[in-house]
């Protein structure tokens, strides 16, 4: 099964995350640019994800620094939320699409 969200974000100068969460299950998640109009910069990601390594246990929780270093794709056996995010300056215009694959 997958779910996904596109987005388009014509606002200059701005970094952005969405979360997205589920129950814990098999997860692969991805995020995709799919194309940039006008001469400014834009990026896209997974700025970070949560998982339960045990199905009583805590959540343990995984970030990454700023989008420059946010992975284009994830994958854990239990993940529990997904937060996907874009960053865009200097008035670019772009389309993004955000997927969440379970099994």
């Given at each position: 099964?997958?779910?996904?969200?596109?987005?388009v974000a014509p606002?200059?100068?701005?970094?952005?995350?969405?979360?997205?969460?589920?129950?814990?299950?098999?997860?692969?998640?991805?995020?995709?640019?799919?194309?940039?109009?006008?001469?400014?910069?834009?990026?896209?990601g997974i700025a970070?994800?949560?998982?339960?390594?045990?199905?009583?246990?805590?959540?343990?929780?995984?970030?990454?620094?700023?989008?420059?270093?946010?992975?284009s794709t994830v994958?854990?056996?239990?993940?529990?939320?997904?937060?996907?995010?874009?960053?865009?300056?200097?008035?670019?215009?772009?389309?993004?699409?955000?997927?969440?694959?379970?099994?």
């Amino acid at each position: 099964m997958a779910s996904y969200s596109h987005l388009v974000a014509p606002i200059e100068n701005q970094t952005r995350t969405h979360e997205y969460n589920f129950a814990p299950s098999e997860i692969v998640a991805q995020a995709s640019l799919n194309g940039v109009v006008d001469p400014g910069r834009a990026a896209t990601g997974i700025a970070g994800y949560r998982y339960r390594p045990h199905p009583d246990g805590a959540e343990m929780e995984v970030k990454f620094p700023a989008y420059d270093w946010w992975p284009s794709t994830v994958h854990h056996t239990r993940m529990s939320s997904v937060t996907f995010g874009y960053s865009i300056y200097d008035s670019s215009l772009f389309q993004t699409l955000w997927n969440v694959f379970f099994w």
